[in-house]
């Protein structure tokens, strides 16, 4: 149930995201919007990046979600959140905390299928799998 949540959520609203979004032209002058994809990421990109995930998808309103997938939304949101404050400097300290929240990061990956492009309409694998990247990065992050 999850995985069509996600789906229903971001085919609803595949140009939500504000930040990030260019228009672009070819030689013709044919103009389309294309999101602009990050070289490389560093803690303040991932953080804005995160955030822009957790705001697209309205992980902090229940009503948007089935009653039976919010718990996990709910925790994975928590999550984020830590690993956004961890980013910025001011998340946990403790070793065990920090790979608890890594390991936490790597499971909502998983388990919303943003690792299979594949699972994702074509206008909208950019913006999934620079978030990716992001929550990625956080993991990493946290781990050291």
């Known amino acids: ?5 996600w789906h229903g959520k ?3 609203s595949k140009y939500n995201v504000n930040a990030g979004l260019c228009l672009k032209t070819d030689m013709n002058f044919n ?3 294309e999101y602009n994809h990050m070289p ?3 803690a303040k990109q991932a953080a804005s990046m995160i955030e822009r995930w957790i705001s697209f998808y309205d992980m902090d309103n ?3 979600w089935d009653k039976d997938d919010y718990p996990f939304i709910q925790t994975s949101c928590r999550q984020m959140r830590t690993a956004i404050q961890a980013l910025r400097g001011k998340g946990p300290t403790a070793p065990g ?3 608890k929240v890594a390991a936490a990061l790597e499971e909502f990956i998983e388990d ?3 690792d299979d492009a594949n699972e994702w309409e074509p206008e909208n694998r950019a913006f999934v ?12 992050f946290l781990q050291k």
Do not use: P, T, V, W
């Open 112 to 114: 919303s299928f943003m």
């Open 31 to 33: 103009y389309r919007m």
């Open 97 to 99: 905390e920090r790979k």
């Open 62 to 64: 229940a009503k948007a």
């Open 10 to 12: 971001i085919n609803r």
């Open 40 to 42: 490389q990421l560093d």
């Open 129 to 140: 799998k620079e978030s990716m990247a992001a929550l990625q990065y956080a993991a990493g």
């Open 1 to 5: 149930m999850l995985h069509n949540q």
